[in-house]
C-alpha cells in the first residue's frame, strides 16, 4: 500500500468520525464516504496494492 493510498484512507476514517461527533450520518454522507471508499479499493486493485 502507497503513503498516498494510507492517507486517503486516513481522510474517510477522519471524515467519518467527525460526522459521527457532530451529527447524525445523513444518507447523503454515507452515500459519499461509500463511493470514497470503493475509489480507494478499485483503485488499489488496479495498480496491484492490497489494503
Known sequence: MTGASVEAIWVVELLEAILIV???????????????????????ILYGRRC
Open 22 to 44: 457532530f451529527q447524525k450520518p445523513s444518507g447523503t454522507h454515507v452515500y459519499i464516504i461509500s463511493h470514497i471508499r470503493t475509489y480507494i479499493e478499485l483503485t488499489n
